[in-house]
């Protein structure tokens, strides 16, 4: 029981980092469908709520231990600013998942100032829809013997 609930923890952590190592990792745990889909949600709504509130808190307290002379107008900056004017709030949000983790995702929402409510909103709604994606498309691939189980 305590090894179940030990690999159902770590499972959500690294969730935490990137969401599509639940429908990866999950089945091998043992886990059903529906159990990986929430845990994945849990682990991407975790890194939402906290890297929203403390977001701002750690860009301005943080960075700059690791960053001396942070620039302003940095590619990577540019490359978050076009990001948000290309997609805003919901694009993001739909990418955050997929593309950016949801640390990153977090922080760059945070960042340009979105309100919280429609990220944990938006949020919530693209964990789920990813989480369901990754988490069938996984068992797909170990039914046809793609990945082994």
């Known amino acids: 029981m305590l090894e179940k609930i030990g690999a159902y923890f770590g499972i959500y952590l690294l969730c935490c980092l990137k969401s599509i190592f639940g429908p990866l990792l999950g089945p091998a745990a043992g ?23 403390v ?10 231990i690791f960053i001396k002379n942070p620039r302003k107008f940095s590619p990577a900056s540019r490359r978050m600013v076009r990001l948000w ?7 993001v949000c739909f990418l955050t998942p997929l593309v950016l983790s949801p640390v990153g995702g ?3 929402v945070s ?18 829809f990813w989480a369901v994606v990754w988490t069938y498309s996984v068992g797909w ?7 082994r189980k």
């Open 31 to 53: 886990m059903s469908k529906l159990e990986i889909i929430i845990v994945t949600v849990a682990g991407v709504m975790t890194s939402a709520l906290l890297f929203t509130l």
């Open 55 to 64: 977001g701002e808190k750690i860009k301005k307290n943080i960075l700059p």
């Open 85 to 91: 004017k290309k997609y805003g709030i919901i694009g």
């Open 106 to 108: 977090s922080l760059l």
């Open 111 to 128: 960042s340009v100032g979105a309100p919280r409510k429609k990220v944990y909103l938006y949020m919530f709604i693209f964990g789920v």
């Open 141 to 147: 691939l170990i039914d046809i013997g793609m990945i």
